[in-house]
């Protein structure tokens, strides 16, 4: 996403990103330094839902993220990866707390660290080639330059073709990516219900077969036959029996779990938004 890979990490700020993507591009609406600051801090974009993430009565502001609760889901397509979002986030925070002076690093090479050479899969690296005559003429250019093996690139021709990659994404609504997400949690919680009724009903019969074992197992001593092989087996089948038991009781506990957390993002549904 470009807003990560080329703009953030290449340390331009909020207000510089929003003026250099497309005109009217945020849901049709114009972007704004707040909401770059969204997109940037929320791992929505890795496939992430993360709620108890803003204070509800203060502008934009974030809570720590001790406080968050962050869980991957397979129902949102990721366009970056975690550890992309958490780089961001750390160099967020970096600024925040103004370990970084605000413009410093910024670069006119935006794809430095992203790409690799076709040859050696080295890193590639922005080098200004350009040089001026006494005549005020520029020759050369800017390329991505691998130092393995010389290979290079030009880098607007690189920045162009990125740059088309993007805008290819502005179609994509985001507020009907997010419902549709909502609609699948939804579903996902009606799927999970029902599993947890049918693994009751699984513990249900589990127990029932316990007590039977466990009166064979009486009836047994009773008879004083506790040396008999019969008697060993009951044993060995009521241990069967209780590990299974045991075994429902945590996936009824994992899915009840699930539930709760699904359930709190169905309500605080504005939260996972940018």
Same mark, same amino acid.
């Given at each position: 996403?470009?807003?990560? /890979?080329?703009?953030?990490?290449?340390?331009?700020? $909020?207000? /510089?990103?929003?003026?250099?993507?497309?005109?009217?591009?945020?849901?049709?609406?114009?972007?704004?330094?707040?909401?770059?600051?969204?997109?940037?801090?929320?791992?929505?974009?890795?496939?992430?839902?993360?709620?108890?993430?803003?204070?509800?009565?203060?502008?934009?502001?974030?809570?720590?993220?001790? !406080?968050?609760?962050?869980?991957?889901?397979?129902?949102?397509?990721?366009?970056?990866?975690?550890?992309?979002?958490?780089?961001?986030?750390?160099?967020?925070?970096?600024?925040?707390?103004?370990?970084?002076?605000?413009?410093? $690093?910024?670069?006119? $090479?935006? %794809?430095?660290?992203?790409? =690799?050479?076709?040859?050696?899969?080295?890193?590639?690296?922005?080098?200004?080639?350009?040089?001026?005559?006494?005549?005020?003429?520029?020759?050369?250019?800017? &390329?991505?330059?691998?130092?393995?093996?010389?290979? =290079?690139?030009?880098?607007?021709?690189?920045?162009?073709?990125?740059?088309?990659?993007?805008?290819?994404?502005?179609?994509?609504?985001?507020?009907?990516?997010?419902?549709?997400?909502?609609?699948?949690?939804?579903?996902?919680?009606?799927?999970?219900?029902? /599993?947890?009724?049918?693994?009751? &009903?699984?513990?249900?019969?589990?127990?029932?077969? %316990?007590?039977?074992?466990?009166?064979?197992?009486?009836?047994? $001593?009773?008879?004083?036959?506790?040396?008999?092989?019969?008697?060993?087996?009951?044993?060995?089948?009521?241990?069967?029996?209780?590990?299974?038991?045991?075994?429902?009781?945590?996936?009824?506990?994992?899915? !009840?779990?699930?539930?709760?957390?699904?359930?709190?993002?169905?309500?605080?549904?504005?939260?996972?938004?940018?």
């Amino acid at each position: 996403m470009l807003i990560y /890979s080329e703009l953030y990490k290449n340390h331009h700020g $909020f207000s /510089s990103i929003a003026r250099q993507l497309p005109e009217n591009s945020y849901r049709g609406k114009a972007w704004t330094k707040d909401r770059v600051k969204n997109i940037i801090t929320n791992p929505f974009y890795a496939g992430y839902i993360a709620i108890r993430r803003k204070h509800e009565k203060k502008h934009n502001a974030l809570k720590d993220r001790s !406080e968050w609760i962050m869980k991957k889901s397979p129902l949102i397509p990721a366009v970056l990866t975690i550890e992309e979002w958490e780089y961001c986030w750390n160099l967020y925070k970096t600024k925040n707390e103004r370990k970084i002076p605000p413009k410093h $690093f910024k670069t006119s $090479f935006l %794809l430095t660290g992203l790409l =690799k050479c076709q040859n050696c899969n080295g890193d590639l690296i922005g080098k200004d080639q350009r040089t001026t005559s006494n005549q005020g003429k520029v020759y050369g250019k800017k &390329v991505y330059l691998c130092k393995t093996c010389n290979y =290079k690139i030009d880098a607007d021709d690189a920045h162009q073709t990125v740059l088309r990659v993007f805008k290819s994404y502005q179609g994509i609504d985001t507020e009907k990516l997010i419902s549709a997400v909502q609609e699948k949690v939804e579903t996902e919680i009606s799927n999970v219900k029902k /599993s947890i009724e049918d693994l009751k &009903v699984s513990w249900q019969t589990e127990k029932r077969k %316990l007590q039977l074992c466990d009166i064979e197992i009486e009836k047994a $001593f009773k008879r004083k036959e506790e040396k008999e092989p019969h008697i060993k087996i009951l044993i060995i089948t009521k241990d069967r029996i209780l590990n299974k038991i045991h075994q429902i009781e945590r996936w009824i506990e994992e899915k !009840e779990a699930k539930i709760k957390f699904l359930e709190e993002v169905q309500k605080n549904g504005n939260l996972i938004k940018a």
